[in-house]
């Protein structure tokens, strides 16, 4: 049996299958589906599931990265869309000790150049190489890029977009939305939006990129579009390597809903998990899901912009996860 086919399987009873060789029987809860996280799992005074709101900067659309790259460790830190001071576009960086309550009021730590960014700057994607952290934005050119080094500022890449709109392909004259990436055994992954479906680039060192000739996924006939894709990278307990692919679907009934799908190396299709991994309540609007995998549990962040201010909602996996005691 295929791995995928087994994958389907798997999802349909709640949970997705680490696939592969030997161990592809084993299910893997830490994929979803999330429950919505519950008041005493969430500290510094927020109203679970909600565990980022920050009303001067207005920080939405959050990459959230793992401190310290240690998975026994709960120390996160997001870098939101905000605006600064003067109300232009910004990146703000926010901080939390206990992988969910956030602090309430962010650092902007890269301003938007509208000479070079134009209209837009949005959805970063935030990736940790070595003891720097290379950070993503898309804006009105395509997808650029910035870096921090030992924790300091960030500094722009300077030059044309790491990723331009294609000239060529099923994506030609589109513009790269929604920027995520991810680091395998084989080099590195970008995953964007483009049109209502989620393309694919590959790297050797995460600037020059080669655009996948086909989408990596397209809606299903109950979706009028995916977008906002957010890359995990794990491996199954005999060592198999596994991309889990998160991202937003636009469903027909006006839904907006967090699914997933999953592939065990680069030459294989993303298999769809058969049903959402968050729904959230009526009348949210979700965008830009993000995952970190700790030990044990994994934690699930994605922006509801329904308000005036953004929010960022919380979700654990599994669910009957026991996460520590929150920061005060």
Request: include cysteine; proline fraction near 8%.
């Amino acid at each position: 049996m295929r791995w995928g086919l087994l994958l389907l399987a798997l999802t349909g009873c709640g949970t997705l299958a680490d696939a592969g060789g030997g161990d592809r029987d084993v299910p893997n809860a830490l994929a979803g589906p999330f429950r919505e996280l519950a008041a005493l799992e969430v500290g510094a005074g927020r109203v679970a599931p909600e565990v980022l709101r920050d009303k001067v900067t207005s920080a939405r659309d959050a990459a959230v990265l793992d401190a310290d790259g240690d998975p026994s460790t709960l120390e996160v830190v997001s870098f939101s869309i905000g605006q600064a001071s003067d109300g232009s576009p910004a990146v703000v960086r926010h901080r939390a000790t206990d992988g969910r309550s956030f602090e309430r009021l962010g650092e902007v730590v890269l301003l938007a150049e509208p000479a070079l960014d134009g209209a837009r700057f949005e959805s970063p994607s935030a990736l940790r190489v070595a003891d720097e952290v290379w950070l993503y934005v898309a804006n009105e050119r395509g997808v650029v890029m910035a870096v921090s080094r030992a924790g300091g500022p960030f500094e722009r890449r300077e030059g044309a977009p790491v990723l331009a709109p294609a000239t060529s392909g099923w994506d030609a004259g589109l513009r790269p939305e929604s920027p995520t990436v991810v680091r395998t055994a084989r080099g590195w992954n970008l995953f964007y939006s483009a049109g209502g479906a989620l393309g694919e680039a590959l790297s050797d060192d995460g600037l020059t990129w080669i655009r996948a000739t086909s989408p990596a996924l397209t809606p299903l006939a109950q979706e009028l579009a995916l977008d906002a894709p957010a890359g995990v990278v794990s491996r199954s307990p005999l060592g198999r390597e596994l991309v889990w692919l998160y991202h937003v679907a636009r469903r027909r009934d006006g839904a907006r809903v967090v699914e997933v799908a999953a592939r065990a190396g680069e030459d294989e299709p993303f298999v769809r998990g058969a049903s959402p991994v968050f729904v959230g309540d009526a009348g949210s609007v979700l965008r830009e899901p993000g995952i970190v995998r700790f030990d044990g549990f994994s934690l699930l962040y994605v922006t509801d912009a329904s308000a005036e201010v953004p929010s960022l909602l919380g979700g654990v996996a599994p669910a009957d996860a026991l996460l520590p005691p929150p920061a005060p």
